[in-house]
């Protein structure tokens, strides 16, 4: 079945530096989501990509569509406490569900 | 903030027994979705409705089952919980209507179950 990879599945980070989690997929996506999950949290939507190389800005959040519109990437500028959480992509399936990536749980130490 | 309500939001019980796990919005959305999780692991589809009366299985085999009866109810039952049942349980909607592109999904608390 489809499916869409999400990598690193674990990022420990030292507060104030980067981050950044890639999602593939081998088929070409209408459009790609992003969530966040903070500890004993839910998913909550953050951003919708839907355009060939679309660039997306939220504060020191970076989303991007690569031009193939098979992957993406959500990249963090000078992680803060605030930041943890898992963070999740996911596209459009076949039957008007959504196919979540399988995660990446991130971590910052202060 | 979503208006999509999940009640109880934590649950204890023994095996063997019926629980239903209730799940509300009332946003009007056709589309609705239960998904179990482990705490921080990745997100199971195990049943979705696209709308009154219709109810599908998803990705992740599951000894539970739904009912759609009204628009903004979609509630989920386990006819005799097990260990293995222990999880987070999500529910969530959209707008989307059919197999046509999806919107973000508006997810609810989460009903963390132990079956003992």
């Known amino acids: 079945g489809q499916q869409v990879m999400q990598i690193p599945q674990y990022q420990h980070v030292q507060e104030g530096e980067d981050f950044t989690t890639y999602c593939n997929s081998s088929?070409?996506?209408?459009?790609i989501q992003w969530y966040k999950q903070r500890p004993g949290g839910h998913p909550v939507f953050l951003i919708q990509l839907v355009k060939s190389g679309e660039v997306k800005k939220q504060k020191r959040l970076t989303f991007q569509f690569g031009e193939a519109k098979k992957n993406s990437s959500l990249h963090i500028t000078a992680t803060q406490t605030t930041d943890v959480g898992t963070y999740f992509c996911a596209a459009p399936g076949s039957q008007g569900n959504l196919i979540f990536g399988k995660g990446t749980k991130l971590s910052v130490k202060p | 903030e979503a208006d999509i309500y999940q009640t109880p939001r934590y649950l204890v019980i023994g095996t063997g027994k019926k629980i239903t796990l209730e799940c509300s919005q009332t946003m009007g959305h056709d589309k609705m979705y239960w998904y179990q999780q482990d705490p921080g692991m990745e997100l199971h589809l195990i049943h979705y409705?696209?709308?009154?009366?219709?109810?599908e299985k998803g990705d992740l085999s599951s000894e539970s089952t739904v009912s759609r009866i009204r628009t903004e109810h979609f509630p989920l039952t386990l006819e005799s919980a097990r260990p293995s049942h222990t999880s987070q349980y999500l529910c969530?909607?959209?707008?989307?209507?059919?197999?046509?592109?999806?919107?973000?999904?508006?997810f609810g608390p989460g009903t963390r179950l132990t079956v003992l």
């Open positions: 088929t070409t996506l209408s459009n």
């Open positions: 969530a909607s959209d707008f989307s209507a059919g197999t046509s592109p999806i919107n973000e999904q508006f």
């Open positions: 409705s696209y709308g009154v009366n219709s109810t």
